[in-house]
């Protein structure tokens, strides 16, 4: 079966593979708005780069109530229809991450999009930018490479002895790193209803009067939010591994790690059934499940799992996990547990690197820190949540800490603008929309679909994937060929389901 390109979730501490490509175009930074500087939604002008793409760039507001102040230049990256003399518009297309750079990834999937939406990408340009202060689009850097490793090596989890007392550490140098080397402003503007209005100001310069979009994981929560502010310039909106956020953070950790543990188990039980299971194939269940168990134990009992002359942290072994979970590929995931079984966490941390932007000479490329910083002031953090409240929560719950980091990091986050939660009852004004969700999609939960629904009140098409993995789009060409209908013209599926691939 072909994989498509490995698309990102809000959990799963984004998980598309990329390096640094020495063509993009260098970061924009913040201006102030005035002659001579460009008109706020003017006309992308395109310009080739990596060698067969289009990039550009977008001014933006950075508070969109205040049009007239400072700006943000957001990136962008085109793939032009395949056949113009039949194209039928845009379609804007985010991974979710969020923080992941589409405008340097996107050529590097292409292929394989060009493959598995081949008809869409004949009729629609395709179309990706990097929300606002991530990727290329004025990023906000708070923090150097030598903090992320040491983040990554701390038991953001919770679960060690004397782990909150250095997550919270750690949460202090982090607030400090942004107070002193990011723009305060910018920090607390990079929240999902912001980066909405820009994407109405990118469907204005890209001279769309309605906009086709197809976001999965977290970009289906900026897809809805866009249809509950600007309604009427919706048209086809197709979103794959649904995502709401609930006002209870402690919800949000309870439903990811139901989420893991229902997809460990079916891991579990997919080894029990096959001898040539690489991690104790055709063994008991229970026998299997413990077998994990004692993995996990060992990475965060010291010395811990090494590899490559680096230890294995619990941070990066939940990373492990959710990778494995989110693919459905038993048998890479298995062979990764046996390593670590047989204490070599080599092939672990090179997953681990690929996901969080880690290059081999130890650089990262952004896409950490921008999860962190949208994550922080989008999440519904109450504002008498502690480090130590947390790991209180996990005592009750211990698998919500598979979920948790890095996000205790994102307690009493002091880059924030008072707003209510977003709502989503504009949307009942906009078309109907494709949802698709995985019934065993362990990183967003299946529910979320009918959820979804259920909150843009507009008489969306939900399709359902019986399959394994997050993101159906990725795993069934069913899935796949319903969404491209849909994007061409937006009625009711032709399915409600899709069987496993």
Same mark, same amino acid.
């Not at 969109?64 to 990136?75: D, I």
């Not at 109405?200 to 502010?229: C, M």
């Not at 209870?248 to 096959?274: I, T, V």
């Given at each position: 079966?072909?994989?498509?390109?490995?698309?990102?979730?809000?959990?799963?501490?984004?998980?598309?593979?990329?390096?640094?490509?020495?063509?993009?175009?260098?970061?924009?930074?913040?201006?102030?708005?005035?002659?001579?500087?460009?008109?706020?939604?003017?006309?992308?002008?395109?310009?080739?780069?990596?060698?067969?793409?289009?990039?550009?760039?977008?001014?933006?507001?950075?508070?969109?109530?205040?049009?007239?102040?400072?700006?943000?230049?957001?990136?962008?990256?085109?793939?032009?229809?395949?056949?113009?003399?039949?194209?039928?518009?845009?379609?804007?297309?985010?991974?979710?991450?969020?923080?992941?750079?589409?405008?340097?990834?996107?050529?590097?999937?292409?292929?394989?999009?060009?493959?598995?939406?081949?008809?869409?990408?004949?009729?629609?340009?395709?179309?990706?930018?990097?929300?606002?202060?991530?990727?290329?689009?004025?990023?906000?850097?708070?923090?150097?490479?030598?903090?992320?490793?040491?983040?990554?090596?701390?038991?953001?989890?919770?679960?060690?002895?004397?782990?909150?007392?250095?997550?919270?550490?750690?949460?202090?140098?982090?607030?400090?790193?942004?107070?002193?080397?990011?723009?305060?402003?910018?920090?607390?503007?990079?929240?999902?209803?912001?980066? @909405?209005?820009?994407?109405?100001?990118?469907?204005?310069?890209?001279?769309?009067?309605?906009?086709?979009?197809?976001?999965?994981?977290?970009?289906?929560?900026?897809?809805?939010?866009?249809?509950?502010?600007?309604?009427?310039?919706?048209?086809?909106? @197709?979103?794959? @591994?649904?995502?709401?956020?609930?006002?209870?953070?402690?919800?949000?950790?309870?439903?990811?790690?139901?989420?893991?543990?229902?997809?460990?188990?079916?891991?579990?039980?997919?080894?029990?059934?096959?001898?040539?299971?690489?991690?104790?194939?055709?063994?008991?269940?229970?026998?299997? #499940?413990?077998?994990?168990?004692?993995?996990?134990?060992?990475?965060?009992?010291?010395?811990?799992?090494?590899?490559?002359?680096?230890?294995?942290?619990?941070?990066?072994?939940?990373?492990?996990?959710?990778?494995?979970?989110?693919?459905?590929?038993?048998?890479?995931?298995? #062979?990764?547990?046996?390593?670590?079984?047989?204490?070599?966490?080599?092939?672990?941390?090179?997953?681990?690197?690929?996901?969080?932007?880690?290059?081999?000479?130890?650089?990262?490329?952004?896409?950490?820190?921008?999860?962190?910083?949208?994550?922080?002031?989008?999440?519904?953090?109450?504002?008498?949540?502690?480090?130590?409240?947390?790991?209180?929560?996990?005592? #009750?719950?211990?698998?919500?800490?598979?979920?948790?980091?890095?996000?205790?990091?994102?307690?009493?986050?002091?880059?924030?603008?008072?707003?209510?939660?977003?709502?989503?009852?504009?949307?009942?004004?906009?078309?109907?929309?494709?949802?698709?969700?995985?019934?065993?999609?362990?990183?967003?939960?299946?529910?979320?679909?009918?959820?979804?629904?259920?909150?843009?009140?507009?008489?969306?098409?939900?399709?359902?994937?019986?399959?394994?993995?997050?993101?159906?789009?990725?795993?069934?060409?069913?899935?796949?060929?319903?969404?491209?209908?849909?994007?061409?013209?937006?009625?009711?599926?032709?399915?409600?389901?899709?069987?496993?691939?």
């Amino acid at each position: 079966m072909t994989k498509l390109v490995r698309f990102a979730s809000f959990a799963a501490l984004a998980t598309i593979a990329c390096t640094d490509d020495p063509k993009a175009a260098p970061p924009a930074a913040a201006v102030d708005a005035g002659p001579p500087a460009p008109v706020i939604g003017a006309p992308v002008v395109w310009t080739p780069c990596q060698e067969t793409f289009e990039c550009g760039s977008v001014l933006v507001p950075l508070d969109h109530q205040n049009p007239s102040g400072k700006t943000l230049e957001l990136r962008l990256l085109r793939a032009p229809a395949k056949k113009p003399a039949e194209r039928a518009g845009t379609v804007v297309v985010n991974p979710g991450g969020p923080g992941i750079s589409m405008v340097t990834d996107l050529p590097k999937q292409y292929l394989q999009l060009r493959v598995g939406f081949s008809r869409a990408i004949d009729r629609f340009d395709i179309v990706a930018f990097d929300w606002r202060g991530t990727g290329q689009s004025s990023p906000a850097k708070c923090v150097d490479d030598a903090f992320l490793d040491r983040m990554r090596a701390t038991d953001l989890t919770l679960r060690g002895d004397g782990s909150a007392a250095a997550a919270e550490a750690l949460r202090q140098e982090f607030v400090a790193g942004c107070t002193k080397n990011a723009d305060a402003a910018l920090l607390s503007s990079m929240h999902v209803e912001n980066a @909405a209005r820009d994407l109405d100001v990118i469907r204005q310069a890209l001279g769309e009067e309605k906009l086709n979009y197809l976001g999965f994981s977290y970009g289906t929560w900026l897809g809805a939010v866009y249809t509950a502010l600007f309604p009427s310039r919706a048209r086809a909106f @197709a979103f794959d @591994a649904p995502v709401l956020l609930p006002k209870d953070l402690n919800a949000q950790l309870a439903r990811r790690g139901a989420g893991r543990d229902e997809g460990l188990d079916r891991f579990f039980g997919a080894c029990e059934a096959s001898a040539s299971c690489p991690f104790h194939g055709g063994k008991p269940k229970a026998e299997i #499940a413990a077998a994990f168990a004692a993995v996990g134990a060992k990475v965060r009992t010291p010395p811990g799992i090494a590899g490559a002359g680096r230890t294995l942290s619990p941070v990066d072994f939940e990373g492990t996990v959710a990778d494995g979970l989110r693919t459905g590929n038993w048998t890479t995931f298995g #062979a990764t547990l046996a390593a670590l079984e047989g204490g070599d966490a080599t092939t672990a941390l090179s997953a681990a690197d690929l996901a969080l932007g880690r290059s081999a000479s130890g650089t990262y490329d952004g896409r950490f820190e921008g999860l962190l910083t949208v994550s922080c002031v989008d999440l519904p953090f109450d504002a008498s949540t502690t480090v130590n409240s947390l790991r209180e929560t996990l005592v #009750a719950s211990p698998s919500a800490g598979s979920a948790l980091a890095p996000f205790p990091l994102c307690v009493s986050w002091p880059f924030q603008t008072p707003r209510p939660p977003p709502s989503l009852a504009g949307a009942a004004a906009a078309p109907p929309a494709l949802i698709i969700a995985g019934r065993h999609d362990p990183i967003t939960s299946f529910a979320d679909g009918a959820a979804m629904v259920s909150a843009l009140g507009n008489g969306s098409h939900l399709v359902i994937y019986e399959g394994e993995g997050h993101a159906a789009a990725i795993h069934s060409k069913c899935v796949r060929d319903l969404v491209t209908d849909f994007l061409l013209d937006p009625k009711a599926p032709a399915a409600s389901t899709c069987a496993a691939e």
